[in-house]
T-cell receptor, first 118, second 109 residues
Framework: GAVVSQHPSWVICKSGTSVKIECRSL??????MFWYRQFPKQSLMLMAT?????????EQGVEKDKFLINHASLTLSTLTVTSAHPEDSSFYIC??????????????FGPGTRLLVL | AQSVAQPEDQVNVAEGNPLTVKCTYS??????LFWYVQYPNRGLQFLLK??????LVKGSYGFEAEFNKSQTSFHLKKPSALVSDSALYFC???????FGQGTELSVKP
């Protein structure tokens, strides 16, 4: 149980284009999903928290107009990198938590999406 | 402010030997603590968590962690390391996870 998928696993795009990454909880309902960014050999940096049916909460320094997050259903959240540039190249990881507002609940992570912007 | 520290960037262990990956924390309130493992080019896999109760928590793949309130530590341990345990390990605190910087574990045969 508690499986989270991400699609695509790899994406290469041209500078200026937009890229959408999907995160799905396969066997549970995720009222809260999180989006992280990870640089090589570094820890995960939380970008934003999304709750189903409401606007995402972005961490300080993360541009909400550049990283659009939609959490339209209890099993799907999407991250769209708009007008991507080479500096947006990174490993993007989502996670999902089953119970809203309960800090004790475990986050389950997707396998990650590697984005390369040329 | 909440924080987590993993003082070792890398831990090297011989196969069959016990391993310890260290983590210390600083939180206000109850310390809900987690350990995750990351294999190359993969997301994180949940290993174990401490919420309340027994200070020794058992998790996946033979790992365990000991919560020590006086030392504000939550070290990850395994009695006998396997080569397949080689990966990046992250300690994290509370629901909106605050991650340590990660410790790369290398187990040599």
């Amino acid at each position: 149980g508690a499986v989270v998928s991400q699609h695509p696993s790899w994406v290469i795009c041209k500078s200026g284009t937009s890229v959408k990454i999907e995160c799905r909880s396969l066997d549970f309902q995720a009222t809260t999903m999180f989006w992280y960014r990870q640089f090589p050999k570094q820890s995960l940096m939380l970008m934003a928290t999304s709750n189903e049916g409401s606007k995402a909460t972005y961490e300080q320094g993360v541009e909400k107009d550049k990283f659009l997050i939609n959490h339209a259903s209890l099993t799907l959240s999407t991250l769209t990198v708009t007008s991507a540039h080479p500096e947006d190249s990174s490993f993007y990881i989502c996670s999902a938590r089953e119970l809203a507002g309960d800090e004790r609940e475990t986050q389950y992570f997707g396998p990650g999406t590697r984005l390369l912007v040329l | 402010a909440q924080s987590v520290a993993q003082p070792e960037d890398q831990v090297n262990v011989a196969e069959g030997n016990p391993l310890t990956v260290k983590c210390t924390y600083s939180v206000s309130g109850n310390p809900y603590l987690f350990w995750y493992v990351q294999y190359p080019n993969r997301g994180l896999q949940f290993l174990l968590k401490y919420i309340t109760g027994d200070n020794l928590v058992k998790g996946s793949y033979g790992f365990e962690a000991e919560f020590n309130k006086s030392q504000t530590s939550f070290h990850l341990k395994k009695p006998s390391a396997l080569v397949s345990d080689s990966a990046l390990y992250f300690c994290a605190v509370r629901g909106k996870l605050i991650f340590g910087q990660g410790t790369e574990l290398s187990v040599k045969p």
